[in-house]
């Protein structure tokens, strides 16, 4: 069963998107992405020399007219293309109190994989450490991942590099990669990570979420004491408007940082909050990113 | 006028920071609540580093106030109080037997040292530039600093009190000190209790350190008397001992032979003997050696099933006897006989009854065979040269007072040993004339009633009221006035083979026999019970003094009128009660104004009115 946030209409918006890949890569079926595998398709790719064994219909009568060659076109065939969705597990993704995050960060795989399995794709959304799904396919398997990914929560690794190494080393089809995290984390971190995702030979697309509780920690100007979701440490200052703006500053300075390691090594990157309506982030935001067409 | 702040107990103050650093950790903890859980900490790590140096402690209004009742509370805790202004005091020690009792939880401190440690906190609570004078009660009134001296001064001198046997005389003590316009406050430490109701005016101030919570502590029992008999040629002693508490109990009491050269006592017998509550006992020893000379009786509680009588003073429950003292033989001339006026009581003097009519035909005959005279309503013709004691003379008397209080009185004249004279009157007292020899030590306003004098080595004194018939305990005032007269005019202190501490005569080859030997003696007031020896004799010293011994039927001190009035200062304020009633008075104002505060609050959303 779907979350309640995926209404008939989103749902109808959506099947009007399909996945789209900047590379091509090999399927391992007919599909509805261009394939690096030549053969029967709409999409021309090249010409050559007829060869035995070669559909006759195929061959180019006008060429043949024209200078008494026998030369066929080729078209790139259409395959199935692995999507692989992958669910930052870290505590941070769920704040005590403040579960909106981890709901829009499910909602969005979610959402993708619907997308996805609408055009034949083989979808897994993986929840590193915690939950794998194995690739599926097919529109009814839209339930088993919503129904798989409902009770779930995040549950912080040890290493999150090293369950990202694991989830990642089950893809035997390089296709498109989407990291959905709120990305946290030092920069060296995300670089880590990304490396990992390129060494795959995956297209990559990361989406920053990021909630109410990363905007404005706390609520009242007071002396605090914040302890960390993830690791437990707790750390005293004090929270005053200079400090509301010097840490808004420090995350649009760490945002910005990201994005710009991410574009430089063509890894897409979209952005939303929890307070933005996700309808808007999944039929506008998202597909100016390129990975919805 | 205010007097300088001091604090009783100033070490306490380090409570003040101790609540300032509980308080500000805990509006810190307040003002952070819980750990407020965020998703990651490492931009609020880099915002930190930033902006450590702005973090700082901003305590609201409400801290202020809190940390006000904490230091009002500090300030009590540490015993604030206000110092009088500078002033004269005269503090006075009782330092009588009585004060050498042990009881309670004191972990064996006495009395007296209980009583010296309120009295250095006394004059500690002085100003410092107060000056004071220490007294010490007995044997008589005497100034331990030699005159008015600095605070810390008084409170060096007050180390070398020590206990003295002998009696407070503490209203007279006090009737003299007050009397006296230099000093502004007169202040008394004792073991005796206060009067309920004390008379107006501050002047004089009572600080008893008595206990009446365990009147059983205060049990004690004591050898009240001890003297020689001769029976058939055979010596016999007959020791008193008395119980001073609320119920019966077992006693032991032992005869020990004094042996000399080298001192030793031997046990030569003992009785087990029931006490009852408050009543004496006398115990005889018979049969004894006729060659020992020197006997100590000793008493102890015996247990009697689970109970045991207390003994809260140890000092009088030993008594010394010299066997064979010198006899007295006093003439009295008069026209009773001593059965008649109770003199045959008086065991260390033996009167021979000479009426008037035989007396003047007697009196160059009987110069050489009696010690004294005691005249009782008789007039010797001319002067004998011979000790005489006169009582009631009546062609001396030119004057009749009725039941008139005494004006004044020479404390220190041996006549007035161990009497309390500021609340007397003498009944029926004729004034006196005086030859020029003579001085008074007793005075009505009118004019002498009693005086003495020494002339040709004798000792003379001249009663002008009746002290007659000796009544002993019923009439202990003048039964005591009348046997120190009898001492002063014989010219000795010894009483059925022993002398009392106080009145023994000290001399430099006098020293004093204790059970281990040793201690020789140097003061007057270092006088105890025992044995001393002189380069020929020796002598037993007792002290019997039943009204030191009753620890449970204390007297209680009746300080002398004043009579004259005068501003002093009150002793020391403790301010701790009045700042515990502000805090108090503050908290309760908070209360209040939380709870008018909360109830508008609750009208104001609309919640129950």
Redesign the interface.
């Known amino acids: 069963m779907l979350p309640a946030i995926f209404t008939p209409a989103l749902l109808k918006n959506l099947e009007l998107f399909k996945m789209h890949s900047r590379r091509a890569f090999l399927g391992s079926k007919q599909g509805g992405h261009i394939s690096l595998k030549r053969g029967h398709g709409l999409e021309f790719a090249d010409y050559r020399r007829y060869e035995l064994g070669d559909n006759p219909r195929h061959i180019d009568w006008g060429v043949y007219a024209r200078s008494d060659k026998l030369i066929v076109k080729t078209f790139q065939e259409e395959q199935d293309l692995s999507v692989l969705i992958l669910i930052d597990p870290s505590n941070s993704m769920r704040p005590q109190d403040h579960p909106q995050k981890w709901e829009r960060a499910i909602a969005t795989a979610l959402a993708l994989a619907y997308i996805a399995l609408m055009q034949q794709d083989r979808v897994s959304i993986s929840i590193p450490g915690i939950k794998d799904t194995p690739f599926l396919t097919g529109m009814r398997a839209i339930h088993s991942l919503a129904q798989a990914l409902s009770e779930l929560q995040p549950n912080q690794p040890a290493d999150l590099t090293l369950s990202m190494r694991s989830a990642i080393s089950r893809v035997r089809f390089p296709g498109l990669a989407i990291f959905i995290s709120d990305l946290l984390m030092p920069i060296e971190q995300v670089r880590e990570i990304t490396e990992l995702l390129r060494a795959k030979n995956l297209d990559i697309t990361t989406i920053q979420i990021l909630g109410q509780s990363d905007i404005t920690p706390f609520a009242q100007v007071s002396d605090a004491v914040a302890e960390d979701s993830e690791t437990g440490e707790q750390l005293e200052f004090s929270w005053d408007g200079d400090s509301q703006t010097q840490y808004a500053f420090l995350l649009n300075q760490h945002a910005q940082q990201i994005r710009s390691l991410l574009l430089s090594r063509g890894i897409g990157f979209a952005s939303q909050l929890t307070t933005q309506p996700f309808d808007e982030f999944m039929l506008r935001s998202l597909p100016a990113t390129g990975l919805l067409r | 006028m205010m007097g300088e702040l001091g604090f009783l107990a100033p070490a306490l103050f380090v409570v003040a920071p101790l609540g300032l650093g509980v308080l500000v950790w805990v509006y810190?903890r307040k003002?952070?609540?819980?750990?407020?859980?965020?998703?990651?900490?490492?931009?609020?790590?880099?915002?930190?580093r930033?902006?450590q140096a702005?973090?700082?402690?901003k305590p609201p209004p409400r801290f202020f106030f809190e940390l006000f009742c904490i230091l009002l509370l500090t300030l009590a805790l540490a015993g604030m109080y206000q110092r009088r202004p500078a002033m004269r005091i005269a503090a006075l020690i009782d330092n009588s037997i009585s004060m050498g009792k042990v009881v309670g939880d004191g972990a064996g401190e006495t009395d007296l040292a209980r009583a010296i440690g309120l009295a250095r906190s006394f004059i500690q609570s002085a100003s410092s530039d107060s000056q004071i004078e220490i007294f010490v009660t007995s044997p008589t009134l005497r100034s331990v600093t030699d005159g008015l001296s600095s605070r810390d001064e008084g409170i060096r001198k007050l180390d070398t009190i020590k206990l003295a046997f002998a009696a407070d005389s503490l209203e007279s003590a006090l009737s003299k000190l007050a009397l006296q316009a230099s000093y502004e406050q007169v202040v008394a430490f004792t073991d005796r209790p206060k009067k309920a109701k004390e008379p107006a005016g501050p002047r004089v101030q009572i600080e008893s350190i008595r206990a009446d919570a365990n009147i059983d502590s205060l049990s004690n029992i004591a050898l009240t008397d001890i003297r020689y008999l001769e029976r058939d040629g055979k010596t016999e002693i007959a020791v008193s001992a008395s119980s001073y508490a609320t119920r019966m109990g077992a006693a032991k009491v032992t005869l020990f032979e004094v042996q000399q050269n080298p001192w030793a006592l031997r046990k030569v017998a003992e009785k087990e003997i029931t006490l009852p509550s408050r009543g004496s006992q006398e115990i005889l020893f018979n049969d004894l050696s006729p060659q020992v000379l020197l006997y100590s009786a000793k008493i102890e509680p015996l247990r009697n099933g689970n109970s045991v009588l207390g003994n809260a003073l140890a000092t009088d429950d030993r008594a010394w006897i010299e066997i064979g003292a010198k006899e007295h033989r006093v003439a009295l001339v008069g026209p009773l006989s001593p059965e008649a006026l109770g003199l045959n009581q008086i065991n260390f003097v033996t009167f021979e009854h000479l009426k008037p009519e035989e007396f003047a035909g007697e009196e160059t005959k009987a110069a050489n065979r009696y010690s004294a005279y005691l005249f009782h309503r008789y007039k010797a013709q001319g002067h004998l040269d011979k000790p005489t004691l006169s009582i009631l003379p009546p062609q001396l008397a030119n004057e009749n007072g009725q039941m008139q209080p005494l004006s004044s009185w020479d404390a220190t004249h041996p006549a007035l040993r161990y009497l309390a004279l500021a609340t007397l009157q003498m009944p029926k007292a004729d004034v006196l004339a005086i030859p020029d020899w003579g001085s008074a030590f007793l005075s009505l306003s009118s004019g002498p009633i009693a005086w003495s004098g020494s002339k040709n080595s004798s000792n003379y004194i001249t009663l002008g009221f009746e002290v007659l018939p000796y009544e002993g305990k019923k009439s202990p005032l003048l039964s005591i006035l009348l046997l120190n007269s009898l001492k002063y005019v014989l010219g000795t202190a010894a009483v059925g083979g022993h002398v009392s501490a106080g009145d023994l005569n000290l001399s430099a080859e006098l020293q004093f026999f204790n059970q281990d030997g040793s201690a020789a003696i140097s003061r007057r007031e270092d006088i105890s019970p025992g044995i001393y020896q002189g380069a020929e004799t020796v002598t037993a010293v007792n002290y019997f003094e039943t009204t030191e011994s009753d620890l449970v039927g204390a007297r209680p001190v009746v300080a002398a009128e004043r009579t004259e009035s005068m501003e002093v200062g009150a002793r020391p304020r403790l301010l701790a009660p009045a700042l515990c009633m502000f805090v108090m008075l503050l908290l309760l104002i908070d209360m209040i104004i939380a709870v008018l505060g909360r109830k508008r609050a609750v009208t104001a959303s609309g919640g129950p009115k």
């Open positions: 810190r003002a952070q609540g819980k750990a407020l859980v965020v998703p990651t900490l490492f931009l609020l790590r880099e915002l930190k930033s902006s702005r973090r700082q402690f």
